[in-house]
């Protein structure tokens, strides 16, 4: 999200048929191809300056303007004015100083029209290009990292109707579009001049500003984040200005009257209010009125398929020194079955080398970018290649164990006592069970008395029903999740400090069904009537 300048655009419509040009002015509707950015899910589309070659741009909803990098500018021949200097206040990076191009050349959107041969889309008015530090992450589009130019807003067009189609991946102008089918979804004014959603969270309303620039589903804004925290239970994420937690516990969400469903939900520190992002955006197809400030979403045909992959971010460490990255794994878990045994070298990520990875964000970020990779929801599978010792392979990890798997078993164990902690060795899987557990223990066929007051401390030999002689973290919650979550007993196969063999059965606990936690009634002044 960017924000800062005030702009005076004007737009001019152009088709060109072989060497003629006319002006465009009546009624009209045109389309252009736009990609996904498959790490952060922007939206990004291709502009084009001074019929230079067309560079990708990020279409940020939440940016007032159009920006470029201090690379683009050069590469289109724009030139700076380093006198004319301006602040752009941007919530996640500070306060960045860029320079102001008020006459700058036109952007171009250029298409195809199968009947009319060539359309640009031009669009004229200042332009704020970046200084030469600052530093834009690239985006991933068809598993190729691409350097943006820039980005832009949706105020850039002028007072048009903008939809973004994810189901044809087109961006639609027109200066009128149908609404059939389409339902409006338009929050009070939240943020500045930004287009904002009215949001619901069981009991609670609120309107969120629509910011396909962050790579978020939804993200709550410090106050809302303590109204819900109720619902957000361990994080799994935490950076400095933002915390990631799963959001199973979530009452049901709803944008208008559409159910939204949300793998996650963060929330954040700058002073910004909730937030729809980037991921959020997804589930639908988006209209923009930009003369009438009214926002529409609609269904798509084909919804997409999200992944829940952040489990590998507690399996795998990568460590990096120098131009080397080393990658090592948790005991027992998929990772180190699947030959992650030790210390290895890290070669590549889903095919792309360490060297194109430092390159596009350098040394000390292939991390970063590891875990980007890690937390999208759009990408199904990680592929690692690595070589430990003198053996080179490949791992590919798919959506063995999701992480709403992982927080719901984990949840459902700390609620009801049954295992306080969970601890994995090279040789060792130990489990250790409160003294209020549930479990019942028995030695040789006869119930047994552990701990006492104390917690009980075993370690895992086998899980009866499994067909595993070394059960990994992955197999141990998939098999909890399996039974206790539907009301079914878990038998465990265990050795206590005596190496006396322990039969743990962990009885059936009744499911927690969701109208057994009823939502909170807000206090009135929180109530969005």
């Known amino acids: ?164 189609c994810y189901d044809t991946q087109t961006l639609t102008i027109a200066n009128d579009l149908s609404r059939e089918s389409w339902i409006e979804v338009t929050g009070k004014p939240c943020h500045k001049e930004f287009f904002c959603a009215r949001i619901t969270v069981g009991d609670y309303t609120f309107d969120a500003f629509i910011d396909s620039g962050l790579n978020a589903e939804l993200s709550l804004s410090r106050d809302w984040g303590e109204r819900l925290k109720q619902y957000l239970w361990r994080p799994f994420m935490e950076f400095d200005t933002r915390t990631l937690y799963d959001a199973f516990l979530l009452p049901p969400v709803k944008i208008g009257e559409i159910t939204l469903p949300l793998l996650r939900v963060e929330t954040h520190t700058p002073d910004l209010p909730p937030i729809l992002g980037s991921f959020g955006m997804l589930h639908f197809n988006w209209q923009f009125d930009c003369s009438e400030r009214r926002v529409y979403v609609q269904l798509r045909r084909n919804p997409p398929r999200l992944y829940c992959k952040a489990h590998l971010l507690r399996i795998i460490l990568i460590e990096c020194s120098g131009n080397e990255c080393t990658i090592v794994s948790v005991p027992r878990s998929e990772a180190e079955r699947a030959g992650i045994a030790g210390e290895c070298a890290l070669l590549a990520i889903n095919d792309i080398s360490l060297r194109e990875i430092q390159e596009h964000f350098g040394t000390q970020r292939v991390v970063d970018f590891y875990q980007s990779l890690v937390l999208s929801p759009i990408i199904g599978q990680v592929r690692l290649r690595v070589r430990c010792n003198d053996d080179l392979k490949e791992v590919v990890f798919g959506n063995m164990l999701s992480l709403r798997e992982q927080t719901i078993v984990s949840y459902f164990i700390s609620k009801n006592k049954i295992i306080s902690g969970i601890e994995t060795y090279d040789n060792d899987f130990v489990l250790r069970f409160p003294p209020e557990s549930p479990a019942k223990f028995s030695i040789e066929g006869k119930p047994v008395q552990l701990g006492g007051k104390d917690e009980v401390i075993l370690h895992l030999i086998r899980i009866v029903g499994l067909d595993s002689d070394r059960p990994t973290i992955e197999e141990f919650f998939l098999h909890l999740h399996k039974h206790l979550l539907q009301g079914k007993p878990v038998q465990l196969v265990c050795k206590d400090d005596k190496g006396r063999e322990v039969l743990v059965e962990i009885p059936a606990v009744e499911p927690q069904k969701a109208e057994d936690t009823p939502s909170p009634v807000p206090p009135k002044e929180t109530r969005d009537e």
């Not at 009209?28 to 952060?40: A, I, N, W, Y």
């Not at 470029?68 to 100083?97: C, N």
């Not at 530090?133 to 067009?157: C, E, H, T």
Request: with cysteine; proline share 5%.
């Open 1 to 164: 999200m960017i924000r800062g300048m005030k702009l005076a655009i004007s737009v001019m419509l152009f088709i060109q048929v072989t060497s003629n040009i006319c002006v465009f002015s009546q009624a009209f509707s045109v389309s252009f191809p736009f990609e996904v950015d498959s790490l952060r899910g922007f939206v990004c589309i291709q502009l084009s300056i001074n019929e230079c070659e067309p560079r990708w741009f990020i279409l940020d909803t939440g940016a007032d303007g159009a920006y470029l990098t201090y690379e683009a500018a050069k590469h289109f021949g724009v030139s700076i004015d380093k006198r004319k200097q301006e602040t752009v206040s941007m919530p996640w990076h500070g306060e960045i100083k860029g320079y102001v191009v008020d006459q700058a050349p036109p952007l171009v959107l250029s298409t195809q029209l199968r009947r009319m041969g060539n359309f640009a889309y031009k669009i004229r008015g200042p332009i704020m290009i970046f200084p030469s530090d600052f530093r834009v992450d690239p985006v991933l589009i068809r598993g190729r990292f691409i350097q943006p130019a820039g980005a832009v807003g949706l105020n850039i067009f002028g007072e048009q109707v903008i939809r973004i």
